[in-house]
């Protein structure tokens, strides 16, 4: 059974800092490209970072280049995101998953990211 678990998220101040993970069971994680994307409200879904099965090739959106960064730990199963100089229009719904989206037809329940003073 294919399950993505996301945690991580919380309540910061803009400029600080965040890193998200995602524990992934139930398919062969590294055979992958996963992603990481978010969801604002009112928005639709938009992909955030990937990175490729061995990890040797990321990519990032440009409206969070220079601020955060993906990897992943394929022996723990796990994607992470760390996200530097957090803006308020940061704040959003983040979920990792397979890339390209609907994959696996699977969604976690994503983790909150609000970036508010």
């Known amino acids: 059974q294919v399950q993505l678990v996301e945690s991580g998220g919380g309540l910061v101040q803009p400029g600080g800092s965040l890193r998200l993970s995602c524990a992934a069971s139930g398919f062969i994680f590294s055979m992958y490209v996963m992603g990481w994307y978010r969801q604002a409200p009112g928005k639709q879904r938009e992909l955030v970072a990937t990175i490729t099965g061995r990890g040797g090739s990321t990519s990032v959106a440009d409206s969070v280049k220079g601020r955060f960064t993906i990897s992943r730990d394929n022996f723990k199963k796990s994607v992470y995101l760390q996200m530097n100089s957090l803006k308020p229009e940061d704040t959003a719904v983040y979920y990792c998953?397979?890339?390209?989206?609907?994959?696996?037809?699977?969604w976690g329940q994503g983790t909150q990211v609000t970036v508010s003073s």
């Open positions: 998953n397979p890339f390209p989206a609907g994959t696996l037809e699977y």
